[in-house]
């Protein structure tokens, strides 16, 4: 894991990056934790643009670091009119990357299987355990025969709700004419395999494998990533034609089924409407409470207790009315009005607090950063990346936050500067410029 964060106004912009990386080999081995990792790069010799990577540090087991210089050194001096161009660019760049030998599944499609599958199956459980409170029965009370019929009607549900929600996700398509049904046709005996391994204990019917086989092929054209294997990058500086600078950021997952598939790329620009922005990466929990003066877990577990609580006392006040032997229909009524009195409570709650978020916090770090010169957001980024690796050390978990970090200020006269940033060597014995 990692924080990152990208600091912004009409001046430059500043970008830094801690230097943690977390090895995991295996589940049975403990994660080991590297404080040297370079995450922040110049993605032009020449020009005033900016690359950072979290998540994973690799694409298809290929260092992020040496990808980013080999695009650099493919780009050379070539100008893009937009920050936006340089993103596509590297898209393209990495597109040409696919390396695939014969025809069996890289590890990133097989992964897109196995939790595909996995991910059914917690489905399938969540739909038993409804079923089961829904007719106030314990499975251990039921025959094997109920048990199975319990189990064959919830994974029709968990097929059809699983159905709806792959549908719902939004198409990518880019990732149209992918060969996911051809490959896994061809490496029908590992499918089979592993649907067997995942779904061991689960009465799958021929006709319920055919739709998991194709919903899975349906999800590889949506903006989801099954395989939990995406990189974070973010671009950011200056294109030719641009005066303020622009951000660009967007994940990664690996080729899936001879396709790169990334989520759409978001981009956040600085203009005379917004004059400045923070955007933290990765863990960036406490770079947003000091933005929004609470920590947004906490804030989430304010909102559930406020309406577990609701809902606690309407289920109280529908007992003791009962008790009171008040008409069903009454109680009917007098409950209707009270949860829609405290929905409408809960959303006043919430429309207060984020209003004293914004006025009291948010505000006036936006206004105060839209102001500061360049030293000073390097500064600022810095102490944003610090104060998350402090709050990891100051805690009982594992310091995946932490090391040396690199900050850059690029703008637009001066171009990319390194402010702070560590090296493997000692520049003194190295006659060549680092880079």
């Known amino acids: 894991m990692t924080t990152e964060v990208s600091v912004m106004n009409k001046h430059a912009v500043a970008l830094a990056a801690d230097s943690a990386v977390t090895i995991s080999v295996s589940s ?30 690799s694409l298809m087991r290929i260092p992020w670091e040496t990808l980013i210089k080999q695009f650099r050194r493919q780009l050379g001096d070539r100008d893009e009119s937009h920050l936006e161009d340089y993103a596509v660019s590297f898209i393209g760049f990495l597109g040409g990357l696919n390396r695939r030998q014969g025809s069996d599944l890289n590890f990133v499609e097989q992964w897109h299987i196995i939790r595909f599958l996995k991910a059914f199956r917690q489905r399938t459980q969540h739909q038993l355990e409804g079923l089961l409170t829904q007719s106030g029965d314990k499975s251990e009370t039921l025959t094997e025969d109920q048990q199975k019929k319990l189990l064959r009607k919830a994974m029709t549900a968990a097929i059809s709700d ?26 029908k005996s590992w499918v089979d395999q592993v649907m067997a391994e995942v779904l061991n204990d689960l009465p799958v019917t021929a006709s319920q494998k055919k739709k998991l086989l194709a919903l899975m092929v349906d999800a590889v054209e949506k903006e989801f990533f099954f395989s939990e294997n995406d990189s ?11 005066l303020y600078p622009v951000m660009v950021r967007c994940n990664f997952e690996g080729f899936l089924f001879d396709k790169l598939k990334y989520g759409r790329y978001q981009v956040t620009k600085i203009d005379d409407n917004c004059r400045s922005y923070i955007t933290p990466f990765a863990q960036g929990d406490e770079i947003s409470a000091f933005i929004q003066g609470i920590d947004p877990g906490f804030m989430i577990r304010i909102q559930q207790s406020m309406q577990n609580y609701g809902s606690g006392f309407i289920q109280q006040l529908q007992t003791v009315l009962s008790e009171q032997k008040v008409p069903e229909g009454q109680i009917a009524e007098m409950v209707s009005a009270m949860s829609e009195y405290a929905g409408q409570q809960g959303e006043s709650l919430n429309a207060s607090l984020g209003q004293y978020s914004q006025q009291r916090y948010i505000d006036p770090v936006v206004d105060a950063v839209a102001f500061l010169p360049k030293h ?14 402090l709050r990891k050390k100051m805690s ?17 006269g001066d171009g990319f500067i390194w402010i702070k940033r560590k090296n493997y060597f000692d520049p003194q014995q190295n006659f060549t410029k680092s880079d």
């Open 376 to 389: 000073e957001l390097s500064h600022l980024a810095e102490s944003l990346v610090t104060l998350t690796s």
């Open 162 to 187: 699983f159905g709806k929600f792959v549908e719902g996700l939004e198409n990518l398509e880019y990732m149209e004419g992918h060969q996911a049904k051809e490959l896994m046709a061809v490496n």
């Open 28 to 57: 049975d081995i403990a994660p080991k934790i590297f404080h040297s990792v370079d995450k922040l790069f110049m993605l032009s010799k020449s020009r005033p643009v900016g690359i950072m990577i979290y998540g994973s540090a």
């Open 396 to 412: 009982t978990e594992s310091e995946t936050v932490g090391g040396p970090v690199d900050v850059a200020v690029i703008s637009k």
């Open 232 to 242: 974070g990058v973010v671009i950011a500086g200056f294109g030719e034609e641009e």
